[in-house]
């Protein structure tokens, strides 16, 4: 009698590529961590080893607490010049290593860890491959005052923007600002279209991944991780 095994869960993946991401962390390292549920997998995982990470920074005030439970310390980015690796997770990923980031509201703080690393790793289940970027809604965290007049660039683009609520309120990032997700937007060029929102008056930090793109994603696919380099 043969036996079928059943197809491993969303979240057995996300285990699986937070335990894979542990071959890119070296004795000693200094390491940035991301934010979110995948990465919650990986300090779990990073568990198992901390007595070799010297210590972390981390891109959410949720992330640090976890790795302050777990034993590792949690450094302020202003006090690392550098960091060998980033690890972090991603809403969508193209073919180049092009991400949409921002959907758990820590994409500021993402970005700035993730500028300090030579290497971006991100760990990711299928579901967040795609060809082209903007099916899931863009996250930008803007400065409030600048809300309305953001969305109406954005309609001029196609997109429709809305403010992300917690509770019927605004939510609030850890760095005290809004956000507004964007739906409908069909990002073909991310490295143009990242450096232009970049430079609208009130846009904090544009949740397109392209100028801090990944180095290699560690996908999650039900025969196993697949190791995407770019």
């Not at 690796?85 to 959907?103: F, N, P, Q, S, T």
């Amino acid at each position: 009698m043969t036996t079928t095994s059943s197809p491993l869960t969303q979240d057995e993946l996300k285990a699986m590529v937070g335990q894979a991401a542990l071959r890119y962390i070296a004795p000693g390292d200094i390491v940035g961590v991301g934010t979110g549920s995948t990465v919650n997998k990986f300090i779990d995982a990073l568990a198992t080893m901390k007595d070799q990470v010297r210590a972390a920074v981390s891109s959410s005030e949720a992330s640090t607490a976890r790795l302050q439970a777990i034993g590792i310390p949690v450094l302020d980015a202003n006090a690392v010049e550098q960091l060998s690796v980033y690890v972090d997770g991603a809403d969508e990923i193209d073919g180049h290593g092009y991400m949409i980031k921002g959907g758990g509201a820590a994409l500021t703080r993402e970005k700035i860890v993730a500028a300090l690393a030579q290497r971006f790793v991100c760990i990711a289940d299928e579901s967040k491959r795609v060809a082209t970027l903007g099916q899931f809604p863009l996250p930008v965290e803007v400065i409030p005052m600048a809300a309305q007049q953001i969305a109406r660039r954005f309609a001029a683009l196609g997109g429709q923007a809305t403010l992300r609520l917690k509770d019927g309120q605004p939510l609030v990032t850890d760095n005290g600002q809004h956000i507004l997700d964007v739906h409908g937007l069909r990002i073909t060029d991310p490295l143009a279209f990242e450096s232009a929102v970049n430079q609208w008056p009130g846009v904090v930090t544009v949740g397109v991944f392209a100028h801090q793109k990944a180095s290699v994603c560690l996908l999650g696919t039900a025969s196993g991780v697949e190791t995407l380099t770019y």
